[in-house]
């Protein structure tokens, strides 16, 4: 007679970890596909450059999101951390996971598929973030990279969501990747969408950070295209989240591991 091991609580709290530093790292690697072959950085998009696509430099902050991700996965295995969530975590693996995929189907250069990928990790990446900020973590520097890695990469995919979802109507719609009333469109949905989760999750900053960033990105973008109104909707679009933020962090009941 032979039985079934069922994983307990225990041994699946001992694998996410692993799961997760795994993940992170083979987001880090995947990008090696498209040195080898065509395609693009992550939230970059296939598809064309339309006026809400942020300056290219602005992209530069994917080395500081896997930077963040990867200290923070061998954080939690390495420093005697408390008070992570599955849920959290197991949202960190779809995430990441979801992040080399990205990379993978931006070599194939289809708009739709890469679109795809990216409300996956947009979908995580929230789960996650909204996770995060219930978590007790300990100590205390661990709470803040944590919600540092978590937010940062929560509010950059959730404003990459966007561009993407338009890159892939401009290829399937045939909409105007010159056009700009469409785009503004989009930009404020991006905006209420970034103000909403910024609410949410208490101001978490990271989330603000990148939110702000990518915004930044598009109005030097717009600047230089000579779009006033592009750079008009996302210079407000930063300043309603950045009001958003702070108003929501001055109103929040104060937590010791906030950030």
Known sequence: MTSTHVPST???TQILPWAVLGAALLQVVAPLVTLLGPGTSPGGGSGPDLLITPVGWAFSIWGVIYTLAIAQAVAELRAGTTGSSPRRQVAQVVLYVGGAVWIGLAGLDS?????????????????????????????RWFSLLTRASVGLYAGWVTAALFLNLSTAAVDVAGL???RASWQIAVLVVAAVTLVGFT???????????????ALFGITVTARSDGSDAIASAAVAGAVALAAAALVTRLTAPRSPARS
């Open 10 to 12: 225990s041994d699946r």
């Open 111 to 139: 708009s739709v598929a890469t679109a795809a990928a990216l409300l996956v990790m947009a979908g995580a990446a929230l789960v996650a973030v909204v996770a995060v900020v219930r978590e007790p973590l300990a100590p």
């Open 176 to 178: 105007d990747a010159g």
């Open 199 to 213: 609410v949410v999750t208490g101001g978490t900053l990271g989330y603000v950070l990148a939110g702000v960033w």
